[in-house]
């Protein structure tokens, strides 16, 4: 049997989801971007007009990944700001 337990331990971090945001707080920004707009889909979903509704969800399946690669291209731009300019300037 394996030794790793699957129920939380009193030391450990809360949750896995907990533990991921403090490696990658873009992450979380992205995951919020993605279910924002997914919900601001469904509310503009009654108001498409003569789209189709395979128009729509492409649509809105580009403006949720967009949005999630964006937050993660901007999370390793800073990440390598931070490791590359920013340390060298302090080790002078």
Avoid: W
């Amino acid at each position: 049997m394996s030794s790793k337990s699957y129920f939380e331990e009193p030391g450990e971090d809360s949750s896995k989801l907990a533990k991921k945001a403090k490696d990658s707080p873009f992450m979380i920004v992205g995951i919020a971007g993605f279910v924002a707009a997914g919900l601001i889909g469904a509310y503009k979903y009654r108001h498409r007009g003569t789209m189709s509704t395979s128009v729509f969800l492409m649509q809105l399946r580009v403006a949720a990944q967009g949005t999630v690669v964006g937050c993660l291209t901007i999370g390793l731009a800073y990440a390598m700001i931070n490791e590359h300019i920013l340390k060298k300037s302090d080790e002078k």
